[in-house]
């Protein structure tokens, strides 16, 4: 009922609330004006950094790179709106990085293994095989940065999905990254996608009419994190690789439900594809892709504290 009156007194609709406006908001954080021309689209830049959202799309774009949202901005008397969480979870952070204890303990966690193949292409690659060896890359690349790094399997052992996340959480992990590679029934599906968890009272990317997340996981606490991981590490793979850009998306997987850091689940390319299938044969294209990832968790890191020394060779 007071909610109801306020809604009155100021003139506002009570759902209105929950809504902000992007171009009062961006603008706040240093960004200039709308350079957009076109009707429906809007364009801001600071530095670098350029944001574009266009009326009823389901994303923003960050230099380029889709980010997707939980509802579609609209687009009214001239303005752009967005749901506050979406601001506040998703693009702010990109934005406005919060400042954090800086990350050391990086802990990475190669998909399947053992019993679990993961996906098996015609050309019989496993991807349980592939993505232990990009883990292993990247391990390399962010130790001798003088970050401590570990693996949750070191070799080709089976590991329950819950056990992953667990390990990150015993060893105290400061950041999570899961390495996947995709698969689909059309051939012509590639790039690179990266998944943060799904805030709560959203629904998944790949399922934008499906029920709404009702309750909060452990790892929930970081939406921010998770979402300014997800970008730099999902920015980075796709500048190292030129793969195809598939954007930050949002899913409920079981390895980042129960994390107490950010953390985020990468799928470095399709093995039902053939370009991303050269990348991933060979160990130069491994090497790139374990390349973009320890940029992007590196970028991560100089955005909410400081890089370690490097380690002397
Ligand atoms: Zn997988």
């Known amino acids: 009922m007071l909610i109801l009156l306020c809604g009155i007194v100021f003139g506002v609709p009570a759902a209105m609330a929950q809504v902000v406006n992007f171009d009062t908001e961006i603008r706040e954080k240093g960004f200039g004006k709308n350079e957009s021309r076109e009707r429906g689209v809007g364009s801001w830049r600071k530095g670098p950094t350029r944001v574009e959202i266009q009326d009823r799309k389901r994303y923003v774009l960050v230099n380029g790179s889709r980010l ?16 506050k969480r979406d601001w506040e979870k998703r693009i702010e952070p990109i934005v406005a990085p919060p400042k954090t ?11 399947h293994g053992g019993r679990d193949p993961g996906k098996v292409n015609k050309r019989g690659m496993f991807e349980k095989n592939y993505v232990l060896d990009i883990s292993k890359r990247v391990a390399r690349i962010l130790k001798a940065r003088g970050y401590t790094v570990l693996l949750t399997r070191e070799g080709d052992s089976t590991l329950e999905l819950q056990e992953r996340p667990a390990r990150a959480n015993r060893w105290r992990a400061d950041l999570f990254v899961s390495i996947h590679l995709n698969s689909a029934s059309s051939s012509s599906a590639r790039g690179i996608e990266t998944f943060a968890l799904t805030p709560v009272g959203e629904a998944s990317t790949g399922d934008p009419g499906g029920s709404a997340k009702s309750a909060a ?84 890191v100089r955005s909410v504290g400081t890089a370690p020394s490097p380690r002397r060779k």
């Open 101 to 111: 204890k800086s990350p050391r303990c990086i802990v990475i966690d190669p998909g």
């Open 68 to 83: 997707y949202l939980g509802h579609s901005p609209s687009f009214e008397h001239g303005k752009f709106f967005l749901k």
């Open 217 to 300: 996981d452990d790892g929930n606490a970081r939406d921010p994190l998770n979402t300014l991981l997800a970008f730099k590490v999902h920015s980075a793979l796709i500048a190292k690789t030129d793969a195809e850009d598939r954007g930050v998306k949002y899913a409920n997987f079981a390895v980042l439900r129960t994390l107490k850091c950010p953390g985020v689940l990468v799928e470095c390319g399709f093995l039902t594809n053939a370009s991303d299938t050269a990348l991933v044969s060979t160990k130069n294209g491994r090497e790139r892709i374990a390349a973009g990832i320890a940029a992007g968790i590196e970028a991560y």
